[in-house]
């Protein structure tokens, strides 16, 4: 496993775009651009051939967008990561990417070693939010009793998902079975009314919900 690089694909319908995002990575020994698509219906099409482990999915694009084919990719490839690489950081979007599948959610104005780490961070099932994007998830004004039903040990839990552990890494630090950090999570996702761990993490930090 070390010696292996780290599969991307890159997704925007600019070439400019795609071969700057290569340049960007090409300098980087653990990470290989191996496939590139120009839309949504094209990058689902090059999943099949390719099988990134990472994608970088623009959200805005003609036919099939992104945020679509996030969602079909992350139903049919579980194990496939995709970060919503974008110019744009409405709630709306953030939301619909990252409850459509996405791990991570980044702008396009991201360093290319920023990037990187990124990539690095979302193959190991850690999320990054760009902090626009979490900005814009935290301006929605309502204040709510969110998360007034978690349990100490799932407050404990979410606190290790912000800092972005892993659940095998989580199972270790509280000395507890991998399935009962499953079960946690679950029931986190529950209580928040959240999908998936994104969400769950933009909430808790929003909320100030983690220890």
Do not use: W
């Amino acid at each position: 496993m070390e010696n292996e690089s780290i599969r991307v694909m890159i997704v925007d319908d600019h070439g400019m775009v795609r071969r700057g995002l290569s340049a960007y990575l090409e300098g980087e020994p653990d990470i290989t651009v191996v496939a590139e698509a120009q839309d949504g219906e094209e990058a689902i099409l090059t999943c099949e051939k390719a099988r990134p482990d990472v994608i970088l999915m623009d959200l805005i694009m003609p036919e099939l967008g992104g945020v679509a084919a996030i969602r079909i990719i992350h139903n049919r490839f579980q194990d496939i990561r995709i970060i919503a690489l974008t110019s744009f950081q409405e709630k709306e979007l953030v939301q619909e990417a990252l409850k459509a599948g996405a791990i991570s959610y980044l702008l396009k104005n991201v360093t290319g070693q920023e990037l990187a780490e990124a990539i690095r961070d979302s193959f190991a099932g850690r999320s990054m939010l760009a902090k626009e994007a979490l900005a814009a998830l935290i301006q929605d004004g309502e204040e709510e009793q969110v998360g007034k039903d978690l349990t100490t040990r799932e407050r404990e839990v979410l606190g290790l998902l912000c800092k972005g552990m892993t659940n095998p890494e989580i199972a270790n630090q509280l000395s507890i079975s991998r399935s009962t950090v499953k079960a946690h999570v679950s029931n986190i996702l529950a209580k928040l009314g959240v999908t998936n761990r994104s969400e769950a993490i933009a909430l808790a930090i929003e909320k100030k919900l983690g220890d």
